[in-house]
């Protein structure tokens, strides 16, 4: 048994001897050529000697192409011939062999392998490279878009946000140049160029802190709303829809406007609604209508100050409502700005209205300028600039008292001149007119006086019709007469009739005459007859009755009746002509 165990413990060592002295062989081999799964340059040397792998170093040396990839995955090529590419054997081969483990000829079957790289294993023109790299196409700066930097946009929703970076395909040439030649030199046959960081790139991008901060300001901004209040129901509305074309933010993202922008922007608002200077539209009183240039009554907005006030409210940043600033406003805002309460002179028909809340509180002849001498009175829309009792006038050749001054341009204004004239209206004022004024009956100017207020407009135009107003007395009314039928028999006249006779005229109306008027006064000189009543004799076909005259008489007094020729002779058979009117002189 013993002896038998000797004998196989002899043959399993006989074995193992030779198995060693076969691997050993095996590994001698590989002494001399490269193990499994070598590669040098990426070319597989497996199995080869130092001789056969510089061979095959040589043999792929001549085919070497370097393909190069651009950002939008365009390839160029530059062929290893171009600039004198070549194997050169150094040693390095040998090295590589030497220093392999020729013992692990058997694990380098199942391994990856061994990878060498060598640098110095070729030989080419640096000059001719640089040249062919500069050559390609992706190298042309004509052909290169640059990088756009992100930036703060207006999106479709109204906000605002980042639009992201581009990359563009501008090259870095010293950079392609570098990496080509690290390439070349390492045996690569590859080279990406987006990979190698050879483009270059926005400098601001997406994730700026400081860009984040603009878009959040720039929203900010943008949620402003500022309304203007012109007056009556009208607003304007500046919102970021304008506004926002105006803004920036500076270096160290503070928000700005542009200024000159902004001053555009107010002066469109004032070439909108200023009112001075423009021609308005008016109705006249006798239903024409003129078209008045606003002179002083209106709007007109002071830009200058306006356009300071509203830059520093758009820096606010906050939604406001503001009024603009004015040198002039008016009282309402409308078709012309007038209203319904104002004065209207007519300087065709010499005639002036004033109107109080909608109800006519005066309507009388005047005297205006007088034309012949160069002085008629301004035509325009003006305002009582301010009133005053018991004035005094003065110019450079009159010196004028007067109880009622409403001045409305510079020297020129409304005021009573009783005390100088006793008719007014027709075509006085052509020869024999103001230097300016408007001359007034005073119990109308005081009418006017005591219910008008500084700022009433005052319209001042030229008809183009004349109403054939005539000439009136200073103490002209208007009465109507609502009585109809009528009479016979004819008027009659008492009083005085000397030189200095003042008459009373009364022009009958609509209505019936009184067939014998009657007037009696206990003395001619110096007395004064009131409360005198029209009335009809038994023969006045109606029984209507007529109108009542409340009338005071002063000294020497006439009547006789101005109607028609029929009046005169035997009262009105028509049912009247018109109003009574009483002229007193």
């Given at each position: 048994?013993?002896?038998?165990?000797?004998?196989?413990?002899?043959?399993?060592?006989?074995?193992?001897?030779?198995?060693?002295?076969?691997?050993?062989?095996?590994?001698?081999?590989?002494?001399?050529?490269?193990?499994?799964?070598?590669?040098?340059?990426?070319?597989?040397?497996?199995?080869?000697?130092?001789?056969?792998?510089?061979?095959?170093?040589?043999?792929?040396?001549?085919?070497?192409?370097?393909?190069?990839?651009?950002?939008?995955?365009?390839?160029?090529?530059?062929?290893?011939?171009?600039?004198?590419?070549?194997?050169?054997?150094?040693?390095?081969?040998?090295?590589?062999?030497?220093?392999?483990?020729?013992?692990?000829?058997?694990?380098?079957?199942?391994?990856?392998?061994?990878?060498?790289?060598?640098?110095?294993?070729?030989?080419?023109?640096?000059?001719?490279?640089?040249?062919?790299?500069?050559?390609?196409?992706?190298?042309?700066?004509?052909?290169?878009?640059?990088?756009?930097?992100?930036?703060?946009?207006?999106?479709?929703?109204?906000?605002?946000?980042?639009?992201?970076?581009?990359?563009?395909?501008?090259?870095?040439?010293?950079?392609?140049?570098?990496?080509?030649?690290?390439?070349?030199?390492?045996?690569?046959?590859?080279?990406?160029?987006?990979?190698?960081?050879?483009?270059?790139?926005?400098?601001?991008?997406?994730?700026?802190?400081?860009?984040?901060?603009?878009?959040?300001?720039?929203?900010?901004?943008?949620?402003?709303?500022?309304?203007?209040?012109?007056?009556?129901?009208?607003?304007?509305?500046?919102?970021?829809?304008?506004?926002?074309?105006?803004?920036?933010?500076?270096?160290?993202?503070?928000?700005?406007?542009?200024?000159?922008?902004?001053?555009?922007?107010?002066?469109?608002?004032?070439?909108?609604?200023?009112?001075?200077?423009?021609?308005?539209?008016?109705?006249?009183?006798?239903?024409?209508?003129?078209?008045?240039?606003?002179?002083?009554?209106?709007?007109?907005?002071?830009?200058?100050?306006?356009?300071?006030?509203?830059?520093?409210?758009?820096?606010?940043?906050?939604?406001?409502?503001?009024?603009?600033?004015?040198?002039?406003?008016?009282?309402?805002?409308?078709?012309?700005?007038?209203?319904?309460?104002?004065?209207?002179?007519?300087?065709?028909?010499?005639?002036?209205?004033?109107?109080?809340?909608?109800?006519?509180?005066?309507?009388?002849?005047?005297?205006?300028?007088?034309?012949?001498?160069?002085?008629?009175?301004?035509?325009?829309?003006?305002?009582?600039?301010?009133?005053?009792?018991?004035?005094?006038?003065?110019?450079?050749?009159?010196?004028?008292?007067?109880?009622?001054?409403?001045?409305?341009?510079?020297?020129?204004?409304?005021?009573?001149?009783?005390?100088?004239?006793?008719?007014?209206?027709?075509?006085?004022?052509?020869?024999?007119?103001?230097?300016?004024?408007?001359?007034?009956?005073?119990?109308?100017?005081?009418?006017?006086?005591?219910?008008?207020?500084?700022?009433?407009?005052?319209?001042?135009?030229?008809?183009?019709?004349?109403?054939?107003?005539?000439?009136a007395s200073s103490g002209t009314s208007y009465v109507a007469n609502s009585s109809t039928g009528s009479t016979s028999g004819t008027d009659s006249t008492t009083g005085d009739d000397d030189s200095d006779e003042d008459n009373i005229i009364i022009i009958d109306g609509a209505g019936s005459d009184a067939s014998d008027i009657d007037y009696s006064a206990s003395s001619d000189y110096g007395t004064a007859e009131t409360n005198r009543i029209d009335e009809d004799d038994s023969s006045d076909s109606t029984s209507t009755g007529d109108a009542e005259f409340e009338i005071t008489i002063s000294d020497e007094t006439t009547w006789s009746d101005s109607g028609d020729t029929s009046d005169e002779a035997s009262g009105d058979t028509s049912g009247g002509d018109g109003n009574d009117v009483i002229v007193i002189e």
């Amino acid at each position: 048994m013993r002896k038998r165990t000797v004998w196989l413990l002899a043959i399993v060592l006989a074995l193992l001897i030779c198995v060693i002295g076969a691997y050993c062989a095996i590994g001698m081999y590989y002494t001399s050529h490269f193990l499994k799964n070598t590669e040098i340059n990426g070319i597989d040397v497996s199995e080869l000697t130092v001789a056969g792998a510089e061979k095959l170093l040589a043999q792929d040396a001549e085919d070497y192409r370097l393909v190069i990839t651009g950002i939008d995955e365009e390839q160029e090529t530059i062929a290893g011939s171009v600039f004198d590419y070549a194997f050169v054997s150094n040693g390095e081969v040998q090295e590589f062999l030497d220093g392999q483990q020729f013992l692990a000829w058997l694990p380098a079957f199942f391994s990856d392998g061994q990878s060498y790289s060598m640098d110095t294993s070729v030989t080419y023109d640096e000059e001719k490279l640089a040249a062919a790299v500069s050559e390609l196409s992706m190298m042309q700066e004509d052909q290169w878009v640059a990088p756009e930097n992100a930036y703060v946009a207006l999106l479709e929703d109204g906000t605002y946000g980042i639009i992201e970076e581009t990359k563009g395909t501008e090259l870095d040439t010293e950079k392609v140049q570098e990496v080509a030649l690290t390439a070349v030199n390492a045996g690569k046959k590859s080279l990406n160029l987006e990979m190698a960081e050879c483009y270059t790139t926005a400098e601001v991008t997406s994730e700026d802190e400081s860009l984040i901060e603009e878009v959040s300001l720039y929203n900010q901004y943008a949620s402003m709303v500022i309304n203007y209040y012109m007056s009556g129901d009208v607003v304007v509305t500046l919102d970021s829809s304008t506004f926002m074309e105006w803004f920036s933010l500076d270096a160290d993202n503070n928000p700005c406007f542009d200024y000159d922008s902004v001053a555009a922007w107010v002066d469109t608002l004032a070439d909108t609604y200023d009112t001075i200077g423009t021609q308005e539209p008016f109705v006249t009183s006798n239903g024409e209508t003129v078209y008045v240039e606003a002179v002083t009554y209106g709007w007109e907005m002071d830009r200058e100050s306006e356009t300071a006030e509203l830059y520093e409210l758009l820096l606010a940043g906050q939604t406001e409502g503001r009024s603009p600033v004015w040198t002039r406003s008016a009282l309402t805002r409308g078709t012309n700005d007038i209203g319904d309460t104002y004065v209207e002179i007519d300087y065709t028909n010499q005639r002036m209205w004033y109107y109080k809340d909608g109800e006519l509180l005066v309507e009388t002849p005047v005297v205006t300028g007088n034309t012949s001498a160069g002085n008629a009175s301004p035509e325009g829309i003006y305002y009582i600039v301010y009133k005053e009792q018991n004035a005094t006038l003065t110019g450079e050749t009159y010196e004028t008292p007067v109880d009622y001054w409403m001045p409305f341009y510079g020297n020129v204004g409304i005021h009573d001149a009783d005390s100088w004239r006793s008719t007014y209206g027709g075509t006085i004022y052509m020869t024999s007119g103001s230097h300016g004024c408007i001359n007034t009956p005073t119990a109308q100017a005081q009418t006017i006086y005591e219910n008008i207020e500084a700022g009433t407009p005052v319209v001042c135009y030229s008809s183009g019709i004349d109403y054939g107003y005539g000439t009136a007395s200073s103490g002209t009314s208007y009465v109507a007469n609502s009585s109809t039928g009528s009479t016979s028999g004819t008027d009659s006249t008492t009083g005085d009739d000397d030189s200095d006779e003042d008459n009373i005229i009364i022009i009958d109306g609509a209505g019936s005459d009184a067939s014998d008027i009657d007037y009696s006064a206990s003395s001619d000189y110096g007395t004064a007859e009131t409360n005198r009543i029209d009335e009809d004799d038994s023969s006045d076909s109606t029984s209507t009755g007529d109108a009542e005259f409340e009338i005071t008489i002063s000294d020497e007094t006439t009547w006789s009746d101005s109607g028609d020729t029929s009046d005169e002779a035997s009262g009105d058979t028509s049912g009247g002509d018109g109003n009574d009117v009483i002229v007193i002189e």
